[in-house]
């Protein structure tokens, strides 16, 4: 069993994912716990990505082309110190991960291989087939295995980070033997993202914004939680989380049609525009398909996880229509960091998907987030080389809620899916407003989705991923960010209903 007092005041870093391994590799040689909710081979989005990652490593690409496209797609909200620092970090991560013995894809001339995504103006997606994010994340995962200066701890989930006078002085952890307070002044807050609180989802199911709950419990800002990107073409047979059909295989020449077997929309227009044109499609009782069959038995070498996907759905892509439907894929808000990652409480950190760094504004470039999370977790860990991470015992004990028990997290996704998805409406957040407040007190996964709900309510335009038939354009007033507290959430989220009850 662990011992976890011999252990205090060193830096934490919850998550085992992208963002917290290069965050407990970068931080060498100083001592650094990593604690994780399940293993280093599970839970995590990083080992689900599929397209790769994006850098700009071509000869006719340079980082201020990829800033100028991570800008475009952000919509009007990226910041753009923000995207000079992640995206002008980008090819020396492909650096670093290459050295860390990745295996990416080359070409004839034995040069990384380059791959083209939507929006993006030049070929820069780096990747080792369909399953880049395996490949990296099990790369990072093997160094900080064999990395003495990191302490592991798989199993082991973060339930409340413990404040005092407003700073961090530890960490209540659940193993699957005990709940125990670690001392620490230092946490990093690395466990992805939310898409998971909805049914309809690509990301792992544990993907439920405990980390947003964790900071927002400990009283720190979250910003731009309204922005969710949802992807156009999960594959719809019956799974929960649905397979993702990468963007790749449009890109390859893939057509979507309906059950008539006509094509409704030109599938390589923006993410979001190809989401809601499918949603739409489906709201006339349409059903939807992604037609792969001119790649034929290409398909299978070039899309070998998808292919897998598919295969245990009975369908062969190769000749078969893929039946689609729009998914909540990746959550652009988080909890707001500033350069070093410091959220806007003292000793709390954030990277990768739970963090809000400015980057991807209201909708993210894709391929950016691996980046991301290797940057800012990196940026963290070179941090806590030289943090002093003292914290204090407890001086209250535990208080938070469970993460979400199975039928709250059932309400909760059925809730999101109904009300916050890709089109949404005043009436719909309201109603879902008064479902989740009661739950929010003591849950953690209703309280991320009623800061969603709150931040989608009062942002009074279509932007991003966020869409709304009440506002159904852009805002002409200057675009800016949203950030809320626990507090500040669920104070608007009553004096919205009391007007609603008083109209
Ligand atoms: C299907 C799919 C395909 C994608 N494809 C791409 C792509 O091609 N390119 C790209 O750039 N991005 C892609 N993304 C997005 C990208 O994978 C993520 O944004 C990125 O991996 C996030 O990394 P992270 O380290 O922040 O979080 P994650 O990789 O999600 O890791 C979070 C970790 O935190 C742990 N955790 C959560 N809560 C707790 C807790 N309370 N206590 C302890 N541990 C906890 C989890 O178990 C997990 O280990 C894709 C996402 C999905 C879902």
């Known amino acids: 069993m662990t011992d976890f007092q011999a252990l205090a005041d060193r830096p934490v870093i919850i998550g085992g994912g992208l963002a917290g391994l290069a965050a407990a590799l970068e931080a060498a040689p100083r001592p650094v716990v990593l604690i994780t909710a399940g293993t280093l081979s599970d839970g995590a989005a990083s080992l689900w990505s599929q397209g790769g990652i994006a850098a700009a490593i071509g000869a006719d690409d340079d980082v201020t082309l990829h800033g100028a496209d991570t800008i475009a797609a952000g919509d009007g909200l990226c910041d753009p110190v923000a995207v000079a620092r992640i995206i002008g970090a980008g090819p020396s991560v492909i650096e670093r991960l290459v050295a860390l013995g990745v295996g990416f894809d080359r070409d004839a001339t034995g040069a990384i291989a380059l791959g083209l995504e ?219 960091v500033d350069a070093a990652g410091q959220s806007s409480v003292p000793g709390l950190f954030a990277a990768g998907e739970a963090a809000s760094t400015g980057l991807h504004g209201a909708n993210r470039l894709a391929s950016n987030s691996l980046l991301e999370a290797f940057v800012t977790g990196a940026d963290v ?19 938070s809620g469970p993460a979400a028990d199975p039928a709250s997290l059932r309400m909760i996704r059925s809730v999101m899916d109904r009300d916050l998805f ?23 996964a209703a309280l991320v989705a009623l800061m969603m709900a709150v931040a989608a309510y009062d942002r009074h335009e279509s932007r991003g991923g966020h869409a709304t038939s009440d506002y159904p354009a852009r805002s002409a007033a200057a675009p800016i960010s949203s950030t809320l507290t626990r507090a500040s959430a669920l104070q608007r989220a009553q004096a919205i209903l009391r007007q609603r009850i008083a109209a």
């Open 118 to 336: 939507a929006a993006h103006a030049r070929r820069r997606i780096v990747h080792v087939r369909d399953h880049t994010g395996a490949a990296v994340t099990a790369a990072a995962a093997a160094s900080v295995r064999a990395a003495a200066h990191v302490t592991l701890i798989e199993h082991a989930a973060a339930l409340q980070i413990a404040t005092h006078e407003g700073r961090v002085i530890g960490v209540w952890i659940a193993t699957p033997d005990q709940i125990v307070f670690l001392r620490t002044g230092a946490v990093l807050v690395a466990t992805g993202g939310a898409a998971g609180l909805y049914r309809a989802s690509s990301a792992p199911s544990g993907a439920t914004g405990s980390g947003l709950a964790l900071a927002a419990e400990a009283g720190a800002t979250l910003r731009d939680l309204e922005f969710m990107q949802f992807h156009p073409t999960g594959l719809d047979a019956g799974a929960s989380p649905l397979p993702l059909i990468s963007e790749a295989v449009r890109g390859e020449g893939a057509v979507l049609v309906d059950e008539t077997g006509a094509r409704f929309i030109d599938e390589l227009l923006p993410r979001d525009v190809v989401a809601r044109a499918i949603h739409a499609h489906q709201s006339q009782n349409h059903h939807c398909f992604l037609d792969a069959r001119a790649i034929g038995a290409r398909f299978h070498t070039r899309f070998p996880s998808i292919a897998a996907s598919c295969a245990r759905a009975g369908i062969d892509p190769a000749h078969m229509p893929m039946p689609v439907t729009p998914v909540a894929h990746y959550h652009m808000g988080g909890i707001a």
């Open 381 to 399: 860990g070179f941090l806590f080389r030289t943090l002093d991470a003292t914290g204090a015992d407890q001086r209250i004990g535990l208080v």
């Open 422 to 444: 890709v089109q949404r409406n005043r009436a719909g957040l309201r109603r879902a407003m008064a479902e989740l407040l009661p739950l929010a007190t003591r849950n953690q």
